[in-house]
């Protein structure tokens, strides 16, 4: 994926990079390299505590800031800007305030467990507050799209944390934004802390929410590749105009798929929005586009939560899911506890 993207940009570059390049002045040009620097802060740290306790979270989302930081570096490209980021090793920056925050955040996360955690959600605030004042500085679509992205992943990442933190018996205190603030985007969203769960094959199935029947999802685990894919059978936001008609099916319909690694029983998962097809066609081809982020996580083999951000139509919650069916039950608890038995 990170291959595709970047050749597709290389590609549009070519013929649009002069004319991109216009279109920035110097304090969104500031931003970009800046972002993009960010981003690799927030990875760097993430692997860092990750090696210190092992802990799932940390490389879980230190895998979703390494496509944080392609998606910066596409829009570098784009804008036919020199890429900030000379150096991938970790811990190494161009941007001497962000190293010395590496440092900084790296010595505080290794006190405790605990503080590594309050680490992770003082840096997903710190990328909030950024990336909402850096919204405010530019009118590029582009740039304006590839932000919000950023910002619906950092409001689930910080949710992660903060459930973390809470699992662990402390009232999360905000760091960087208001209090009421951190409120507004954690509060309601009851994620499980997931103790001892591992996502597997067996999960492999397709759910729902039983107060909202109709749409669900289809769930696949990939344990070679720890990856975990999702589509999302849902409908628009509100219903068309009864002149609007389909040839086949409801207008109204929706679907969406998500992808992302799984390390214990969550995973990170970037959101896509499919259309333009044509039904059995390959003729004209369909379109896709980002569109936010989802944070699944499981509490066993028959519960999980699917928390979505799409930044296109300012939503965000979180839906509980079950199986439609159980047959498939007691195969995935075999395969949480292989010495459990048949």
């Known amino acids: 994926m990170k291959r595709l993207i970047l050749i597709l940009t290389a590609l549009l570059s070519c013929s649009v990079s002069f004319s991109a390049l216009a279109q920035l002045d110097a304090t969104e040009t500031e931003d970009l390299l800046f972002m993009r620097e960010e981003e690799k802060l927030a990875r760097d740290t993430y692997l860092t505590l990750y ?179 999702l589509a999302w059978f849902t409908y628009d936001t509100e219903q068309p105009d009864a002149s609007v008609t389909a040839n086949l099916g409801s207008p109204d319909q929706r679907w969406m798929t998500a992808q992302g690694i799984y390390d214990g029983a969550q995973a990170e998962m970037e959101i896509r929005v499919f259309g333009g097809g044509v ?23 028959n519960s999980g939560t699917v928390t979505y951000d799409i930044p296109s139509i300012g939503r965000t919650g979180v839906i509980p899911i079950e199986r439609i069916a159980l047959d498939n039950v007691p195969h995935c608890e075999q395969m949480a506890d292989p010495n459990a038995g048949p």
């Open 51 to 229: 090696d210190l306790w092992n802990h799932a979270i940390f490389q879980n989302i230190a895998r979703s800031e390494q496509r944080h930081m392609d998606t910066m570096l596409a829009m570098v490209e784009y804008y036919g800007l020199q890429d900030p980021v000379t150096d991938d090793t970790v811990g190494v920056f161009n941007n001497a305030t962000l190293a010395g925050l590496y440092d900084d955040l790296v010595a505080r996360g290794s006190v405790s467990l605990l503080e590594a955690l309050y680490v992770g959600a003082y840096i997903e605030e710190l990328d909030i507050r950024d990336l909402r004042e850096t919204l405010g500085r530019t009118d590029e679509v582009p740039l304006i799209n590839a932000y919000e992205n950023l910002l619906a992943g950092s409001r689930n990442h910080l949710r992660a944390f903060v459930s973390q933190i809470t699992w662990l018996g402390v009232d999360y205190v905000a760091q960087v934004l208001d209090q009421a603030d951190v409120d507004a985007i954690v509060e309601g969203y009851e994620i499980p802390a997931n103790q001892g769960f591992t996502i597997n094959a067996g999960l492999n199935d397709s759910w729902f929410n039983p107060a909202t029947k109709g749409q669900g999802f289809f769930i696949t685990v990939y344990p070679g590749i720890k990856t975990v894919f």
């Open 279 to 301: 039904f059995d066609s390959g003729s004209p081809q369909p379109d896709s586009a980002v569109d936010g982020s989802i944070l699944l996580q499981f509490e066993n083999c």
